[in-house]
């Protein structure tokens, strides 16, 4: 079967990270939300978000890698040929939200929460090793246990919300 190769634009730790979760190459199907991403946005014109030239020249430059994806030749005819540059951003936003809420379960999953810091700070790092990211050349430490902390606070918030949100539509009838 012949395969139809397209290459994303992508930072170099998205890039391991999406090849390690989704295959290298991804293969454009349904199997995962990212592949029907692609499907969807190679089938049809999508949704423009329309940036400023110098703002998309802005996001565009940290990409310094490539995403590799194939799908068979048959089925490009159906899906299209190209992502455009709007397209390789959203596709790209994706990745970026799925690795902070891949490394932040990761870390509640692995991390040693007696040791407190040192704990969190070997989960991030084995993380890291987990899809071969190299840290401080592709991403600061730094950065990752920023990630980290702000994905792990967003959920805690979101967990807060819905029981607040469930209490208050709880009716209590006393007899």
Request: aromatic share 10%; glycine share 4%; hydrophobic share 40%.
């Amino acid at each position: 079967m012949q395969l139809y190769h397209i290459r994303i634009p992508a930072k170099p730790y998205i890039s391991k990270f999406a090849h390690v979760r989704y295959g290298n190459p991804v293969p454009i199907n349904n199997s995962s939300a990212l592949s029907a991403l692609i499907r969807g946005l190679l089938a049809k014109p999508g949704y423009n978000v329309k940036y400023a030239s110098s703002q998309e020249n802005l996001r565009l430059r940290y990409l310094t890698a490539h995403i590799a994806c194939s799908a068979p030749v048959s089925q490009m005819p159906q899906l299209g040929y190209a992502l455009t540059t709007d397209h390789i951003i959203q596709i790209n936003a994706f990745l970026e939200e799925d690795f902070k809420e891949r490394l932040q379960l990761f870390v509640a999953k692995t991390a040693n929460w007696q040791a407190r810091r040192s704990g969190i700070d070997q989960a991030i790092e084995a993380f890291a090793n987990h899809y071969g990211i190299i840290i401080d050349d592709e991403i600061t430490f730094d950065g990752l246990k920023k990630m980290e902390y702000r994905a792990r606070t967003q959920a805690t918030e979101r967990i807060n919300n819905n029981k607040v949100n469930l209490l208050s539509n709880t009716h209590i009838i006393i007899l």
